[in-house]
């Protein structure tokens, strides 16, 4: 745990953030009082090394998935992997084994357009420009770049791409064979989440029913995990029981189909951590030990860590960890108190229900923002019912593949998914929710802490845990004070970028702010806001009025005006007009019916926006002249005496841009 705090508070720690800064140390100094009293001074000494150690792998793990930066167009050369994923225009493919100009790189997502659709292990080479990705990206992190070890993304058209040989992996065309029999045999909805349940794959997976699993609280059950694991090792066991194998062989037997697994199911931490687990209750049954849950855990964790340090911002990774934390800690004493009311089979479901839905609901206020009360009921007969569908999926599947005639018998799992589905669409469709608040990472770890002092596991008077409790409370405290404190952003320019989002954040010294945008990341931009604690935006400018989901999404932020250059509901505004709101004057421009962008004015300092579209050198080099700043949506140009040099979002990342009275200061906010 205090490797897993070093890690998650390093990046906040070292950038300044006050809530941080203020909680960590107050954290240390509870503890060291708290041992210096009752003259622990072992644990005292211990965390602080791991803290500390966990600061240093943080910017270790940085340095080690950084990678080289490349300029103008390059010559690839990389295999086309099983993942695969088609889009309206284009279709998007990860390449493996990639080589960029000769020199061994990591992987690359290529977006292709046009022509026909390229094949797993396809080797491929192409020329064309690379982008480096960026891990961390507005106080979020992408996952599902870390676990694939991706480095770059780039563009192509599939006339440019020359297929110069072809090598399909076992594993690639394992689950290739599967996929394949799963949609020949299935609904096509069914066939993507039998393909999610055997492999963690849930891109296939129609949205709306996503979010019917999501919104009944059982998402957990397409995405492979210790119930996965539990239920493969026990049908391991069985088939291994019949045979009356002795109890080393059947641990060897196990340890390398769990391999196969993991290699199959391409690493995943949440499997990884159910597999050392695992292994660690084979091995106390064959040497005789006791096993200990929560040190099998714990070692799961550090493993992982140690692999790879970057896994404690993996929210896969986070969710599995403390789930299993909250279950480990919370089931016991709730399941024997249940027992007293209830049948003790329905007293074990309903308690570790509770104590999983407890664990994993710091990550359910941060990624879904509501909670389903009927969730609990809903594991309650779901999870049984599955247990019983993946062993039989799992055996069908190896069964198929050897016997691929037998495969139509397929259709019965097809109609009893069908039935999960339909009791999953009768719990989503309540109106029992309550709407979370995202939740930052200080409270989640006094959360976690709280329930170590609750939990059997601290094994000291009751007195101990009063005075540990009133301590934390205190700390808490601090901490809701501190956060609720909102931050003052002063005169400044803010770019929030994203894959699917051209923003600017401009805010003056008076506290008025104006949000100004191209496309919408709803998801992104509601965490930016919530870190930063920005709950109103006076101005939204845009070129054409917002759509019916845009409105619904902004009424959350309080918004006085939309600013729009065309539109009928929204302010319908001339051009070369300038209007004024509050402290703010605001202007559109164009030049012979080409509209240009909006010219914003605050506190003495000129902003131009221009439009998503390409503008000239030659304009942009004329607009830098009259205008404190001018942003293009990749770069910045000030041309003033103590000006910026242009910068460029896809170098450096978002980027605040602050005025000190003297001049621009320059700061990255990913």
């Not at 225009?89 to 790189?105: F, H, Q, R």
Request: charged fraction near 15%; aromatic fraction near 14%; charge should be neutral.
């Amino acid at each position: 745990m205090a490797l897993l705090f070093g890690l998650v508070v390093s990046r906040k720690l070292f950038a300044g953030d006050i809530l941080t800064c203020v909680i960590v140390p107050l954290l240390f100094v509870g503890l060291a009082v708290f041992c210096i009293i009752f003259r622990k001074f072992k644990p005292l000494i211990l965390l602080s090394i791991f803290f500390l150690l966990g600061n240093g792998l943080y910017f270790l793990g940085l340095v080690c998935y950084d990678c080289k930066d490349y300029e103008g167009d390059n010559i690839v050369i990389g295999r086309v992997t099983d993942d695969i994923r088609e889009y309206e225009y284009s279709t998007m493919y990860k390449l493996d084994s990639v080589l960029i100009n000769g020199e061994g790189a990591k992987n690359i997502y290529l977006y292709v357009s046009g022509g026909e659709m390229l094949e797993a292990g396809d080797k491929v080479t192409f020329s064309g420009e690379v982008e480096k990705i960026k891990l961390f990206e507005l106080g979020s992190f992408n996952s599902t770049y870390l676990r694939n070890n991706m480095g770059y993304t780039a563009n192509a058209k599939f006339a440019d791409i020359t297929v110069v040989d072809k090598n399909l992996k076992f594993d690639e065309s394992l689950r290739i064979s599967v996929k394949k029999m799963l949609y020949a045999n299935m609904s096509e909805e069914n066939a993507a989440i039998s393909y999610a349940v055997l492999f963690g794959d849930k891109y296939d997976i129609p949205h709306a029913t996503k979010d019917i699993y999501r919104n009944a609280g059982i998402i957990h059950i397409l995405t492979v995990s210790g119930l996965h694991v539990g239920f493969l090792i026990s049908l391991i066991y069985f088939f291994l029981g019949l045979c009356r194998i002795k109890r080393l062989y059947t641990t060897i037997i196990t340890a390398v189909i769990l391999l196969l697994y993991n290699i199959i199911c391409g690493f995943a931490p949440s499997i990884v951590r159910a597999s050392i687990m695992a292994m660690v209750i084979m091995l106390s049954k064959l040497s005789g030990k006791e096993y200990d849950s929560l040190n099998s855990l714990g070692l799961a964790g550090f493993i992982i860590l140690a692999i790879n340090p970057l896994y404690a911002f993996d929210s896969g990774f986070l969710m599995s960890f403390f789930c299993v934390t909250s279950i480990f800690m919370l089931n016991p004493p709730l399941s024997k108190m249940l027992k007293k009311i209830m049948p003790n089979s329905v007293a074990t479901y309903i308690s570790l229900s509770i104590s999983a839905q407890i664990g994993i609901l710091p990550f359910v206020a941060s990624f879904f923002q509501n909670l389903n009360f009927l969730s609990f009921f809903a594991n309650l007969i779901i999870v049984p019912l599955f247990g019983i569908i993946y062993p039989l999926l799992f055996i069908s599947v190896l069964i198929f593949l050897i016997l691929p005639f037998l495969s139509k018998a397929l259709i019965v799992l097809d109609f009893a998914l069908t039935g999960v589905t339909e009791i999953a669409k009768f719990f989503a469709s309540t109106s029992l929710t309550i709407p979370l608040h995202a939740f930052d990472v200080t409270f989640s770890i006094l959360l976690f802490i709280v329930l170590f002092l609750f939990s059997r596991f601290l094994m000291v008077r009751k007195i101990v845990k009063f005075l540990g409790l009133s301590v934390l409370s205190l700390f808490f405290v601090v901490a809701v004070v501190i956060s609720s404190i909102p931050l003052n952003l002063g005169s400044s320019v803010r770019s929030l970028n994203t894959a699917h989002m051209d923003s600017l954040l401009i805010s003056a010294s008076n506290g008025q702010t104006a949000f100004v945008y191209n496309d919408l990341d709803q998801q992104r931009l509601y965490q930016y806001f919530y870190v930063n604690k920005i709950s109103n935006i006076d101005y939204v400018i845009m070129k054409d009025e917002p759509s019916e989901k845009e409105m619904d999404y902004w009424q959350q932020f309080n918004i006085k005006k939309f600013i729009c250059y065309h539109g009928e509901v929204s302010n319908l505004v001339v051009v070369g007009d300038e209007f004024a709101y509050g402290s703010m004057r605001f202007k559109f421009h164009n030049i012979e019916d080409k509209y240009l962008g909006a010219e914003i004015n605050f506190d003495g300092t000129s902003i131009f926006v221009v439009t998503s579209g390409k503008m000239s050198y030659n304009e942009i080099e004329s607009f830098t002249k009259d205008y404190n700043l001018v942003y293009t949506w990749d770069y910045f140009y000030h041309m003033g005496e103590k000006g910026l040099e242009s910068h460029s979002y896809h170098k450096e990342g978002n980027l605040s841009f602050s005025w000190n009275g003297l001049g621009w200061e320059k700061r990255g906010i990913d």
